[in-house]
């Protein structure tokens, strides 16, 4: 299998690469913004990866790239969700103008099996355990539009061109390689100044959580299994979730300052476009054999690991 992964030498990208290299060569296309080459490793210097440092805007250059795959992996956005408050047009260009292009760039090279990386930022602020099917109250950031504009794009090419795609929704995600996300900048901000900590929000915000690894396992095990929709949703989470506020203490005593004191913020959201509290209905991920083994507590334990052995050097 020859897999292109647009976004590969990202966090999640990465992660997935480390899984493909087992089933043949596979070119990332990443435009480093974020990524990184060690990420890569060892696959990249035992050429078992191929990396091309080009934009997903480039629609010339990702098409020609993409020539002579057999599958294609579009991890590629905006890497957080906030920035778009800043930058009005990011999520436009990274999130649905690069999902336009790596589509028509895979109708072009006659590539029929496309992946898509998608959210539950898709469910907009629905406080119950979303399933698959229960869209409609629509995105409240423009990160969730772009993703909800990406996954419509994919079933309009499913469709109108014959492609066969599968999307993952995914809960929070955390682990080793992280780019970004709140352990990453709770961890930063302590070592910035150790005396305290401050959280975005009144630290009751709640999102379900799941470990890199078994977020790359479960992108593979729904393109391996899932067949007939057009295209093949499900979400990628744990059935709980985990709070801002015990993220945040977690890591105060994962961390080599362990008096820091915790500053929360105010209201519920941590900023305009948050989800407060966003649940993830995983029964039909389960139903077709995929279970998650870590809960959303354990999966940021873990992570708090980690990310404070890659941050502070501790372990
Ligand atoms: N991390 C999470 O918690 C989470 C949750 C839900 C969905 N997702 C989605 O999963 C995917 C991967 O996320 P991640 O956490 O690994 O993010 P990441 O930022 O670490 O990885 C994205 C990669 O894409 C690259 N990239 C960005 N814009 C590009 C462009 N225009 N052209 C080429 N390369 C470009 C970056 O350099 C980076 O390597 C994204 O689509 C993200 O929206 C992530």
Redesign the pocket.
Known sequence: MRSFV????????SHLVDLLVERGPVTV???????KKEFLGANLTAGRVTLIE????DLDALGAAMKGHDVVFH?????EARWGLERTRLDL??GTI?TYNALESARLAGITKFVF?????VYGNLATACKEGDLGHLPISL?GAS?FAGESLLSAYCECFGLEGWITR?????GKRG???AILDFCKKLKAHPEYLDVLGDGRQAKPYLHVTECAKGILYVFDNAKGEKPNVYNLAPEGYTSVKKIAEWVVAGSPYKTARVEFGAGAQGWPGDVPLSLLDSGKLNALGYRLQRSSDEAVQQAIREVAAEVFGVT
């Open positions: 647009i976004g590969g030498a990202g966090f999640i990208g296309y990443d435009n480093m913004t974020v990524g080009k934009d997903a805007l991890l590629a956005a905006n890497p260009e990274q690069a990386a998608s959210s539950g930022t990160y993703k995914f809960g929070n995600v955390v780019t970004h996300g």
